[in-house]
């Protein structure tokens, strides 16, 4: 178990957006080390370049919630065995296609399925959330499963504006303006540092995860920069911002208690299978989903020959086409030559990979295909080598 000593920060400059370099630091992702140290029980497979599953609970066309959830949990336990380092799930609210919508509550199932992994949130969305509930929902997990528990968090909603109202039950909420406060708050919180401090989190106060912080702009990796923090990039979602944003992460990046220098994750979209056209053909669910929900009408995740149908104007095709532009899709010679790519142009510290894929064996055997066959080829780089 890890003893997380923290800095409560209460300088109006935080409240205004801006954060110093000596007002808040956290759990850094150099500890994996430590962290992981029992390496050898784990398969050797994901080692060079750690490796880890962001998982949707994806719900396909026809099936339930509940198959989502039991199915995330039938792909931590073999992650685990194939030696990823990490499993997290993401905020999400009112998609139908998606089923994690309460991270904590599944992260509590995912870690009492699996042993070894650190299980974490990809993220929680911290305007939605009052920072105390945050703080005694994952003191809690961090009590349960000491040394095992990310808290990655993220500022956006998650969700559509109609729905982030009735989260943040305020218009000013919207803005997420409060964001740094909220930060402040919450990492207080865990500390407990702060002598005049009135409310103590209980589980929370010296039960504290580790914090990343997610983004896919440029105003996260500024702040994670300057607070010390690991920083995870959603390059699946957000291409062309991912090489600036990572500069301006660097360029920023202040050295804090806990992470003396920058560590950063970019998380990718990767789907593999046996050939590329396979690969592809399994891709289409994900691409038809992104229409639905750019349209606003979301939908369950449909079937690959569903997509394969859909009636795809030119514009359509060069949207899916822009969207999924440096990602990884296709055998594993073509993974490993994209994953490859992205670490030569960012020179990240770690790959998150998710697999928006309609059937569960299929997006098992993407991430068994990547830990046999791609992960051993990869290499970490320096930024901009």
């Known amino acids: 178990m890890y003893k997380h000593e923290q800095r409560h920060a209460s300088d109006p400059a935080i409240t205004k957006g801006r954060v110093t370099r000596r007002h808040l630091a956290a759990n850094s992702a150099a500890r994996d080390t430590e962290e992981n140290g029992d390496r050898g029980q784990l398969a050797s497979y994901v080692i ?30 073999r992650a685990e065995e194939l030696g990823y380092r990490r499993f997290w799930v993401a905020e999400h609210h009112n998609m139908p296609a998606i089923a994690s919508s309460a991270p904590a509550v599944l992260i509590a199932h995912l870690a009492a399925a699996t042993s070894r992994i650190r299980v974490g949130s990809g993220g929680v969305m911290l305007p ?61 919180l865990f500390s407990g540092e702060d002598p005049a401090a009135r409310i103590t ?44 944003a990572l500069a301006l992460y660097r360029e920023n990046f202040r050295p804090s208690r806990w992470l003396q220098r920058p560590h950063a994750m970019v998380a990718v979209s ?42 795809y104007t030119p514009l359509e095709r060069q949207i899916v086409g822009e969207r999924f532009a440096g990602q990884a899709i296709g055998s594993p010679e073509t993974v490993g030559r994209q994953l490859t790519s ?44």
């Open 48 to 77: 060079d370049v750690p490796l880890s599953v962001l998982d949707l609970s994806p719900v396909a066309a026809g099936t339930t919630a509940g198959q989502a959830l039991r199915q995330t949990a039938e792909l931590a336990r």
């Open 128 to 188: 939605n959330h009052a920072p105390l509930v945050v703080a005694e929902q994952f003191g809690t997990l961090e009590a349960l499963h000491p040394g095992r528990i990310d808290l990655g968090i993220g500022r956006a909603p998650g969700t559509d504006q109609f729905t982030a109202l009735a989260l943040r039950r305020t218009m000013a909420g919207l803005s997420a303006e409060a964001f740094p406060q909220e930060l402040a708050d919450l990492i207080g």
């Open 201 to 244: 989190a209980m589980p929370g106060r010296g039960d504290m995860p580790a914090i990343w912080l997610l983004g896919s702009s440029g105003f996260s990796a500024q702040l994670a920069g300057l607070l010390g923090l690991p920083f995870s990039f959603a390059h699946h979602f957000s291409a062309a911002n991912t090489v600036p």
């Open 270 to 311: 990767a789907i593999c299978a046996d050939t590329d056209e396979r690969a592809q053909w399994l891709s289409g669910p994900a691409a038809l989903s992104f229409l639905q929900l750019r349209a606003g009408a979301p939908q369950a995740l449909a079937t690959p020959a569903e997509a394969a149908a859909y009636p």
């Open 342 to 385: 992205l670490l030569g142009r960012t020179g990240a510290d770690e790959l998150m990979l998710t697999a928006l894929v309609y059937d569960i064996e299929d997006r098992i055997r993407s991430f068994e295909l990547i830990a046999e066959k791609v992960a051993t080829g990869l290499q970490a780089t320096g930024p901009g080598e």
